[in-house]
Structures are given as structure tokens and as C-alpha cells.
């Protein structure tokens, strides 16, 4: 997998927790300010807050612009198996 890949694989990821705890904290204004807002900042451009700070949007932009968009990020199953030496 490409490093686009991996971070759009976990974007997705990232926005099923969103509305996991938007469901969860639908009562809760703090978890909603410290902990929510926070995460959907960091997902996306898509959210309705003044901010300028790095998020996913921008690492997927920044790696498709990347000729070495690979760097050894091809993986299989046998990725998570212990190297014997």
C-alpha cells in the first residue's frame, strides 16, 4: 500500500469514530469541544472551524505530490510476522 493509501484508509477510520463518539457524547458539550471538534480538525478539511492546522486532507495532498510516494510501504501478510535471525 502507498502512504496515500494507509492515510485514507485511516481517515475513514477516523471519521467511524467521530460518529461513534458523537453518538456516545451527544450529551456531553465537553467531549464535544475537547474531544470531537478536535478529532474532525484533524480529519479534514470538511468541518465548519477557523483553523489552519495539518490534517489528513492535507497529508494525502502532500503525498500524491510525493515522487517517492511509495518508500517501501508495500505490504503483505507476512509484514507482521517476527524476523528471525
Keep these: 500500500m502507498t502512504k496515500v493509501e494507509l492515510v485514507e484508509q485511516a481517515q475513514e477510520k477516523l ?3 467521530i460518529e461513534l463518539l458523537e453518538e456516545a457524547c451527544a450529551d ?5 469541544a475537547y474531544i470531537i471538534d478536535h478529532l ?3 480529519c479534514s ?3 465548519d472551524y477557523v483553523s489552519h ?3 489528513l486532507d492535507d497529508l494525502i495532498e ?3 505530490d510525493d515522487d ?4 517501501g510501504n508495500e505490504f503483505d501478510e507476512n509484514d ?4 528471525e535471525e
Design 15 to 17: 471519521k467511524e469514530v
Design 28 to 32: 456531553d458539550g465537553n467531549a464535544q
Design 40 to 42: 474532525k480538525i484533524m
Design 45 to 47: 478539511r470538511d468541518h
Design 53 to 55: 492546522d495539518l490534517n
Design 62 to 64: 502532500r503525498y500524491e
Design 68 to 71: 517517492d510516494d511509495n518508500y
Design 80 to 83: 507482521d510476522e517476527e524476523i
